[in-house]
């Protein structure tokens, strides 16, 4: 009989438990050993993780110096979710926030190998699967744009983007709105053919906002980013700053 030992998962959340409180141990809080079924899932989910993280790495190694890329904090997201009663299984995509001239993207990573991608306005058809992905891409920029804007005190638009890794052929017939459905190695030209909207230090400021974690934690409450807008070029002692 082969015994499989208890593996760890790849990510395991930290947030919700302090620190400074003993983790209770001994025989009697000792998981139970892990299951042959059990054990063969967490090496399937390990080998998940690395890929998709490799793929987002792949993607944001596109992009340009001009641009700034923060995590998406689906972690952080989930965990609040889960302590609300509210969370939703996600499909299997990684993503991130790029901050640059043309404004802030909520980029969404879709892994398919070599498989073909098939592309039909908002249905997305993956080796006979349809994944919701393009609704994915959708609801993260509407939860990035919510979390930003509460922050900064202003309307802040942050546009979806998904992206495909992969080297399987992507077949559209009538790309799906607003959404913009590219592949990792045209990431970057997608971009920067945005133009120029914003200033980089209107963009480095918009980058600090989104690495607040407290913006996420705490949305829609502006109070927890502990962070005050200003106008570009504007200092906290000039008059006539007020927010609008």
């Given at each position: 009989?082969?015994?499989?030992?208890d593996?760890?998962?790849?990510?395991?959340p930290t947030?919700g438990?302090?620190p400074?409180l003993p983790?209770p141990?001994?025989?009697?809080t000792?998981?139970?050993?892990?299951?042959?079924v059990d054990w063969?899932r967490?090496?399937?989910a390990d080998?998940?993780?690395?890929?998709?993280?490799a793929?987002?790495?792949?993607a944001?190694?596109?992009l340009?110096r001009?641009?700034?890329?923060?995590?998406w904090?689906?972690?952080?997201?989930?965990s609040?979710?889960?302590?609300?009663g509210?969370?939703k299984p996600q499909?299997s995509?990684?993503?991130?926030?790029?901050?640059?001239?043309?404004?802030i993207?909520?980029?969404?990573?879709?892994?398919h190998g070599?498989s073909?991608?098939?592309i039909?306005?908002d249905?997305?058809?993956i080796?006979?699967r349809r994944?919701?992905?393009i609704?994915?891409?959708?609801?993260?920029?509407?939860r990035a744009?919510?979390a930003?804007?509460a922050a900064?005190?202003?309307?802040i638009?942050?546009?979806?983007?998904?992206?495909?890794?992969?080297?399987?052929?992507i077949?559209?017939?009538?790309?799906p709105?607003?959404?913009i459905v590219?592949?990792?190695?045209?990431l970057?030209?997608?971009?920067?053919s945005?133009?120029?909207?914003?200033?980089g230090t209107?963009a480095?400021k918009?980058?600090?906002?989104?690495r607040?974690?407290?913006?996420?934690?705490n949305?829609p409450?502006?109070?927890?980013s502990?962070?005050?807008?200003h106008?570009?070029?504007a200092?906290p002692?000039?008059k006539?700053?007020?927010?609008?």
């Amino acid at each position: 009989m082969t015994v499989y030992p208890d593996r760890a998962p790849f990510l395991r959340p930290t947030f919700g438990r302090s620190p400074s409180l003993p983790v209770p141990s001994g025989p009697d809080t000792a998981p139970p050993p892990a299951s042959p079924v059990d054990w063969a899932r967490r090496r399937r989910a390990d080998r998940a993780v690395r890929r998709m993280s490799a793929a987002e790495d792949r993607a944001v190694h596109r992009l340009g110096r001009d641009w700034h890329v923060i995590e998406w904090p689906h972690a952080l997201l989930t965990s609040q979710a889960q302590a609300a009663g509210t969370a939703k299984p996600q499909p299997s995509a990684a993503g991130f926030l790029a901050i640059g001239p043309g404004g802030i993207f909520s980029v969404c990573i879709a892994q398919h190998g070599r498989s073909r991608v098939l592309i039909a306005g908002d249905v997305v058809q993956i080796s006979g699967r349809r994944p919701p992905y393009i609704s994915q891409a959708r609801r993260d920029a509407k939860r990035a744009a919510k979390a930003i804007s509460a922050a900064v005190g202003q309307d802040i638009k942050v546009f979806a983007v998904l992206a495909f890794v992969g080297s399987g052929p992507i077949s559209v017939n009538g790309l799906p709105k607003e959404c913009i459905v590219t592949s990792y190695r045209e990431l970057d030209k997608v971009l920067d053919s945005t133009g120029r909207r914003i200033t980089g230090t209107t963009a480095e400021k918009l980058s600090q906002v989104a690495r607040n974690p407290a913006i996420w934690v705490n949305q829609p409450y502006a109070a927890g980013s502990g962070y005050t807008w200003h106008p570009e070029g504007a200092t906290p002692g000039d008059k006539g700053t007020a927010r609008g």
